[in-house]
C-alpha cells in the first residue's frame, strides 16, 4: 500500500527491443535525410498515414517488419541495411559515421532480390 508522500520512479525501463527500435528508427530518419525527403512526402510515398509516420520516426511507437519493409522499399532502402547499422550502433553506442561513410553504397541498388 502506498502511504501520501511516497515517491514512486516513473522513469521508463528501456530494454534491448526499445534501444533496438530506437536505432532503427534513427537509421530510417538518417535514410530519409540522405534522400532529402519530407516525412509528409515518405508517407505518401509508403502509404503509411503521417501521425503514425512520425511515432515511428520518433521511437514513440515499435517498427514492425511490414512497417519497415514498407518504409525501405519507399526509399529504395534495404531493411537489412538498417537494421545491420541499428545493431552495431546498439551494441557501439559512440556516435557512428559508418552511415556516412556507406551512404553512397546504396546508389544504383535497383530492386530487392537483385
Known sequence: ML??????????VIGPSE???AAV???LRAALARKKWSVNRLSEEAEIPYGSL?????AERHID?????????????RPQEIVTVAEQN??????SLRAV???????GAGEFGD
Do not use: K
Not at 502511504?3 to 521508463?12: E, H, K, N, S
Open 65 to 77: 517488419v511490414s512497417v519497415l519493409y514498407a518504409l525501405c522499399w519507399a526509399m529504395g532502402v
Open 101 to 107: 561513410a556507406n551512404e553512397g553504397d546504396l546508389e
Open 90 to 95: 546498439v551494441s557501439d553506442p559512440a556516435p
Open 54 to 58: 512520425r511515432r515511428y520516426l520518433n
Open 3 to 12: 502511504r501520501l508522500g511516497t515517491l514512486i520512479d516513473m522513469t521508463p
Open 25 to 27: 528508427a534513427a537509421e
Open 19 to 21: 534501444g533496438l527500435n
